[in-house]
């Protein structure tokens, strides 16, 4: 017998996630429905839980991480079919039509949302989602493997990826966790000479152990300062959420080097001016890309055994997994599981 309905937690305000049951519904057309195998936690979760993001509303499933398989396919979905082992991530397929599409800039689409904020996302046994948010899950790879890769993964991924840095240059990784984690590892297969900055020593084996080369502690040095002895990084990935501390990392830049803000933080940041006119550097933010970008992670993640480090969690206990997220005590990516979830 079909089923009839599936479980979800979903958001509904106050930094509260409820279980509910809720009916399964056909995928309209143009959209896919997914049996939800694992999501990962990511902090961005964190807009929709504690709220305040434009455009939100309760109740919602957040959850932008999502790998399952497809169940049910709407009408007019040629690319996809049932059975197929798919991922969503944060955006929700572009329009097609915008002007930014119209340029084959789908990450910059005007008509996008956003997976877990304006449309139910993966914290829940079944999702459905548009066939232009889909990513083609490799065989080989774990769904809970595949889950971090969709967010975090690929945004450090194309931050480094789109980055002047070429084979051999210095780049620098800031903050060494879900992201960072990630990021030493791509900056690392990808050829670049690698540099992890955090604060004291605690991160310096694990940093060396993901591939970095070298270990700067920001707390006994100043890491701008360490990265121009080292003749200047050609980009510098900024992965924590303080974004009070990126400013002054513009300084380790070479001329023409690259500040790149994946971390996010609700406080500004400030900018000494003159570091960036002398030198002529750049500040540049990047967000996660589209899902050709999230199939190309996977598959380098493939190659060259690139994995977050991730702790797996049963879906009944999303709550508890979020709070340890949202109080930086996951390491490094949380994962709810579905199956066998009782
Ligand atoms: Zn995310
Ligand atoms: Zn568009």
Known sequence: MAQTHYRAYQAVGEGKLELVDRAVEDPRPGMVRVVVEACGVCHTDALTVEGGFPGLSYPRVPGHEAVGRIDAIGEGVSRWAIGQRVGVGFLTGRCGDCASCRRGDFVNCSNQAITGLHVDGGYAEMMTASEHALVSIPDTMTSADAAPLLCAGVTTFNALRKSVARAGDLVAVQGIGGLGHLAVQFARHMGFRTAAIARGEGKKDLALALGAHLYIDSAAKDPAEALLELGGASAIVATA??????????????????????????????VNVSDMLFGERIVVGT????????????????????????????????????????????????????????
């Open 241 to 270: 959420s303080s974004p009070a501390t990126f400013g002054p990392l513009i300084r380790g830049l070479r001329p023409k080097g690259q500040l790149i803000l994946v971390g996010a933080g609700f406080e500004p940041m400030s």
């Open 287 to 342: 967000n996660t890309g589209a899902p050709i970008d999230i199939e190309d992670a996977l598959n380098f993640s493939l190659l060259q055994d690139v994995r977050a480090t991730i702790e797996k969690v049963p879906f009944q206990q999303a709550p508890k997994a979020y709070a340890k997220m949202l109080a930086n005590e996951a390491r490094f990516r949380m994962v709810l599981e579905m199956q066998g979830a009782a």
